[in-house]
């Protein structure tokens, strides 16, 4: 089975076929598209991004995604990052809270912080 909910996704077990099944991640700027896929069985993959709850004042625009340094929309040119967990919970977590980090540093605080972790993909810079 798939669960899906908003940008977050289990697969639970493997596809029919016995392979892992192969979840899309959402191109930010084709609500239709996708990027890219990872290949998921018992695991999870979340993604936090900029492009789904966001508003526009005086022609910026304001994402949800806070940094606690200043308690407003982490700055950033980064519009989506996808994180792989076993837990959907971590996934998530660890999505939201490396959001707009270099990948270098995401994949040392995912190493130290979340052991068997990956990052599945980083789009924007």
């Not at 392979?19 to 896929?37: A, F, K, Y």
């Not at 707009?100 to 995912?110: K, P, R």
Request: net charge neutral; glycine share 10%.
């Amino acid at each position: 089975a798939v669960v899906a909910a908003g940008g977050d996704v289990y697969a639970l077990g493997t596809a029919p076929d016995g392979e892992p099944w192969t979840i899309g991640i959402q191109d930010p700027n084709d609500p239709t598209g996708i990027v890219g896929t990872v290949r998921l069985a018992d695991r999870a993959v979340a993604t936090s991004g900029t492009y789904r709850q966001f508003f526009r004042y005086r022609g910026r625009k304001y994402h949800h995604i806070m940094d606690p340094a200043t308690a407003r929309p982490r700055e950033t040119g980064m519009q989506s990052l996808s994180v792989i967990a076993d837990r959907v919970m971590d996934a998530d977590a660890a999505s939201t809270a490396l959001f707009g980090m270099e990948a270098s540093a995401i994949v040392q605080t995912l190493r130290r912080r979340l052991p068997g972790a990956e990052l599945a993909r980083i789009i924007g810079t």
